[in-house]
DNA sequence: CGGGCCCTTGAATTCTCTCAAACAATGTGG
DNA sequence: CCACATTGTTTGAGAGAATTCAAGGGCCCG
């Protein structure tokens, strides 16, 4: 990473953390809002396009994202590319690198994003003094598990355009209920490249379709970024049911 | 589940545990073994084809499977399949609906399967008072994602030939680590169709594929199942590294 | 022996990809 | 301010990949 793309600041202090107060995420009891202060070193800003973490090395930290978009991604040798994931705020990244050593993916930022800093060396301490935390690291890494169930499902079995719906409603309804969105459409911040990369599809054909659910008012294409109007639409042409998650933990 | 796919037995003490004995698995100090002994309530003994777990049940129990082959998938609603994973001795399966409530998946024996079975309920004692089996967890959630992550690129990413050849050389080499193979050549007890629910692809383009391996005596198909030849060509084809695993936990 | 499940093959159709070209928006340097 | 390069989007056309449809054969089991 060069200098331009990062800058390190602390300002967020734990216990005025934004995401705290959204109802999405669970609260921390005083206890583990103590610990979780001292967990994290530092805050971390990287500019769009910025690559937070990457496939092979063997990262010191982990991270929460606190602000911003960005996706986790593989490639192959030959630089065929798989996005596997978005990233969100409430997100926690690098968790898998920190348990089994070296990172098997990586993770660029789409808009400016802004992390807090863990130092994977205190994560014992956190399962040793902290079964509530260490429950919840657990669910983090099954619910990411859920996700990636449910693209495999998508990209292995849903036709092009149920694809594009299936991943759109999601991105929509993550981004609403983490707080991207102020309520209204939400504007996604990537480009029709990202779009084929997730969805396996070459970006012509990614182009071609998308263009049909615009042509059915469902989504709007912008300058380098999606505009969902219909979500309902969405779901309904790739017969998905939606999110259902009431509060999740996050650290 | 009827009376005829399931049986009750007892009958393998956590001590004398046939997993323990594999290189391919960490050891438990007495401590551990002494609370798994009584984590473990029971144990289950499937046929082949029956269904272990259910997509939107809520399970009481999660399991380790002690024996046997068997798969996770998820369907659409009319019907169309995705296999996500394959499930071997020493998978913990369930863990996600323990978790998060519900199954967003279901399990299937492939073979005859036998399972150890632990009480959801007594999850909080572990993470309570085992902080080295509660990190375990976390690891092994980590793991699947892992290889769920693989999974995606290649559906994603590689050709079809690409993509069985990686599929089977990740079973083979799984197998192999896992005590299913005696060392020789594996046969793994699946039909076409399962590789076609697996790879995204139609059951007769599978079978042309799966030709083509074949007739580069990569690997030999079987009665009702496949036979693994040459795993050095079947790597050299999906152009994938294969699997790095020195010890792994489970449960 | 018949039925069911699995594997195999050919042919037509549909989907998706690559190639190619053009356009719009943005940013840069002169 | 313009010329130019860069990046992202759009479209058409032909090639290639994968699907569906259809049919036949092998095997096991009741």
Redesign the interface.
Known sequence: MTAKETRNTNNTSCADCPLQTRDEFRKFCPKELEFITRFKTGELSVDPGATILVEGSHSAHLFTVLSGWGFRY?T???G???I?NFVMPGDLVG??GS??GEM??SIEALSPVTLCVFERSR??EL??EY??L??D???I??????I??????S????SAIERAAYLLALIQQRAVATGLSNGENVRIPITQQHIA????LSIVHTNKTLKKLASRNLIRWLDRGCEILKVEGLLEIS?WEGLSETSRPFI
Chains 1, 2 share one sequence.
């Open positions: 593989k192959l040798e030959d065929r590319r798989q596997l968790l898998q348990l089994t098997q993916h994560l014992k399962y040793r079964p509530s260490s429950y690291l657990t669910w890494a099954a619910r990411e598990e859920r990636l169930d449910e693209n495999l499902l990209i292995g079995r849903r990369d997730t969805l396996g017969q």
